[in-house]
């Protein structure tokens, strides 16, 4: 038998209903923040985010779907949105016509990293990226719509993650104050932190072997090095937050998994899903468009995993989704009516409503199950010496009450 593939999920109902009412929150708070829906392709030439989001990184290093096409072109599943949206913004010149573009998006990723709870191979992103204009505003925005949004759902162990990067000059002054202090530490460091000693010095901040955290406590402080105009940016993002009531707390250890990041980085985790608690990330990026190819432009953004928002939904259990219904389910009484069973079902999903009715010749004991089992409001029965007289029976499924109507009525349902 041939199976989904280890660490990709077949998502159908009931479930489906759940992402759909995400999904249509999700576009109901970008539309309210004046965000417009990007789609880019699933793949990507591989070189886009090999060089946005940066050779060292595990998602280049280790995690990236790649494959050769019969042109010989090497081609990448997208690992994630931020490459791929900057490489529309500047191959379509959106920075020529206007000042600001706000983006957002809903799209599969793909990563090759050990499937558990909350970590997939194929896993679903909300996002958004806005670029051209570089404000604090435009920062503390991102947190909130991403703060609001899983608000929504009524999660409560929330952890806002804030800090600053400051810009390339200082935190290459700091990466060699922090080897400085590894260096003599070296050995006692983790294998995979022996190697971001070499390659990214600061995602030893991300690691979790114990030592390597207990080493880290004294690591100096990367707040400590930024510049006036990048503290200035960072406190102004804080007394934002502070007006929209979003709770934060500073984490100068906060550095993220991708390259481009410079200034503000920030992280929402969740205490009820277990070890992949980063429920959503972003940052500001500044130096990515020009890196790509484009002009000197700046932009922010976040990105939020939705299997572990549905995770921390379904453990806090802090949100009802609506369960969907059938406005009428069509019971046939005889077998020789199933035309006109099949035309009053067209007749009223014809006139915007959720109606079903059965396709194989089953009894009326095994229909009835099944309107039960499709949550329908209403059953109309079709048959027997009322369908003789012009008529037929709707019974309201939810008080039992069932009236007798004339079949000609059912078009003005
Ligand atoms: P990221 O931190 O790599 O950032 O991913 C964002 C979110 O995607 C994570 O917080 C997590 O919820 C979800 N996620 C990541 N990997 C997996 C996985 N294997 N399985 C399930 N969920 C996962 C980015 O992707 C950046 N592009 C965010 C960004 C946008 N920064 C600026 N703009």
Redesign the pocket.
């Known amino acids: 038998m041939i199976k989904a593939i280890y660490g990709t999920k077949d998502i159908f109902s009931p479930e489906v209903f759940k992402w759909q009412q995400i999904e249509q929150l999700v576009r109901n708070v970008f539309k309210n923040f004046n965000y417009q829906e990007i789609r880019t392709p699933i793949f990507e030439e591989t070189s886009l985010f090999k060089r946005g989001i940066g050779d060292s990184t595990d998602?280049v290093g280790k995690e990236m779907y790649t494959f050769t096409d019969k042109g010989g072109t090497s081609l990448t599943l997208k690992?994630?949105?931020?490459a791929a949206v900057v490489r529309a913004y500047i191959e379509h010149n959106f920075y020529k016509q206007s000042t600001l573009d706000k983006f957002y998006y809903i799209s599969p990723?793909f990563?090759q990293?050990r499937p558990q709870a909350?970590?997939?191979?194929q896993?679903?992103?909300f996002?958004?990226?806005a670029l051209g204009v570089k404000s604090p505003e435009l920062d503390a925005e991102m947190i909130y719509v991403a703060y609001y949004i899983l608000k929504s759902f009524n999660l409560k162990n929330l952890a806002v993650k804030i800090n600053s990067l400051g810009k390339n000059k200082e935190r290459e002054i700091f990466k060699n104050e922090l080897k400085q202090y590894l260096s003599s530490k070296l050995n006692l460091l983790s294998e995979d932190s022996k190697k971001r000693f070499e390659t990214n010095v600061l995602r030893i901040f991300d690691s979790k072997d114990p030592n390597d955290i207990e080493i880290m406590q004294n690591a100096p402080n990367l707040l400590e090095y930024i510049d006036e105009e990048s503290r200035k940016h960072f406190e102004q993002v804080q007394k934002l937050l502070n007006l929209l009531n979003v709770p934060f707390e500073i984490d100068h250890k906060l550095v993220?998994?991708?390259d481009?990041?410079t200034e503000t980085t920030f992280?929402i985790t969740s205490s009820s899903v277990g070890s992949?608690s980063?429920?959503?990330?972003?940052?500001r990026?500044d130096g990515l468009v020009s890196q790509l190819g484009g002009p000197e432009i700046p932009?922010?953004?976040?990105?939020?995993?939705i299997?572990?928002?549905l995770l921390a939904i379904e453990n806090e259990k802090s949100y009802e989704f609506s369960i969907p219904c059938l406005d009428y389910y069509i019971v046939r009484l005889d077998n020789n009516l199933i035309d006109k069973v099949y035309y009053y079902t067209t007749l009223l999903r014809n006139k915007n409503y959720t109606v079903d009715c059965d396709y194989s010749n089953r009894s009326v004991k095994a229909q009835m199950r099944e309107a039960n089992k499709a949550n329908a409001n209403y059953v109309i029965f079709i048959g027997g010496e009322e369908f003789t007289n012009g008529q037929c029976s709707i019974k309201n499924m939810k008080t039992g009450e069932q009236k007798l109507i004339p079949l000609d009525e059912i078009q003005y349902l």
Do not use: D, K, N
């Not at 690992?79 to 931020?82: A, F, S």
């Not at 909350?118 to 191979?121: A, C, D, E, P, T």
């Not at 980063?278 to 940052?283: N, P, R, V, W």
């Open positions: 998602i690992p994630e949105m931020t990723m990563r990293e909350g970590r997939l191979r896993f679903h992103q996002g958004a990226e993220r998994g991708l481009y990041y992280e992949q980063a429920l959503c990330g972003g940052g990026y932009g922010v953004g976040f990105a939020a995993g299997e572990r928002i």
